[in-house]
């Protein structure tokens, strides 16, 4: 379902010959739908607001047990605040940066207020070390979105007999690069954007 929405997000008014008029951020609520952008409103509301929500989620998620109480606590704080209320976006993000312990502003200017959509090509390459160790070395080039975007997206290291281990890492610049901690063997597979946790385009290319 993440998929099929994350296409339709990316791929609304892009056509063979030339692209329409680009859709509006989430904030503008009703006011995203008009003449010339029918269907926004189910679209941006409900299908990226959904996104939105579940990035949120991801990131409160906790990668060793996969624990999601931190995020069920954030929306039932909200809820329990503003039942019977009106809340406004600015009130939402406000219950955010209490249950992430930080000013959650630049989400909400990337993902709420601003429509940008990044694309992300990733690649590694692993490296053995002394004593049977592997650095994994990562690379990242973030595109389509402005240099000072960012994002915090989980790692899935898959090593041979279905053992894996987690991680987040944070993305910012057109292009990054960062090292996994030191690892006892050579991993399989190392997947950017593990749990489709961010609304994105991924392209796995070669080290160069």
Not at 5 to 19: D, Q, V
Not at 62 to 68: A, G, Q, S, V
Not at 146 to 171: N, Q, T, W
Request: proline content about 4%; some cysteine.
């Amino acid at each position: 379902m993440l998929d099929n929405w994350k296409e339709k997000i990316t791929s609304n008014r892009k056509y063979i010959f030339g692209s329409g008029q680009e859709s509006g951020p989430i904030w503008l609520g009703y006011r995203t739908e008009s003449k010339e952008t029918k269907g926004d409103y189910n679209l941006i509301i409900y299908k990226k607001g959904a996104w939105v929500l579940h990035m949120l989620r991801n990131m409160l998620l906790d990668l060793k047990t996969m624990n999601e109480d931190r995020f069920t606590n954030l929306m039932r704080d909200f809820f329990n605040k503003y039942n019977g209320f009106k809340a406004s976006t600015e009130d939402f993000r406000k219950i955010c940066d209490t249950h992430f312990n930080m000013d959650m502003s630049w989400f909400f200017n990337q993902w709420v207020y601003n429509t940008n959509v990044p694309t992300y090509k990733f690649s590694y390459k692993s490296i053995k070390k002394p004593k049977n160790k592997y650095l994994v070395k990562c690379k990242v080039k973030q595109e389509n979105v402005p240099p000072d975007f960012i994002m915090y997206v989980p790692i899935l290291i898959k090593f041979s007999g279905d053992r894996f281990a987690r991680l987040r890492v944070k993305i910012t610049g057109a292009e990054c690069e960062f090292n996994l901690p030191l690892l006892p063997v050579e991993p399989e597979e190392v997947i950017f954007n593990d749990l489709n946790s961010v609304l994105c385009e991924v392209e796995n290319i070669d080290w160069d």
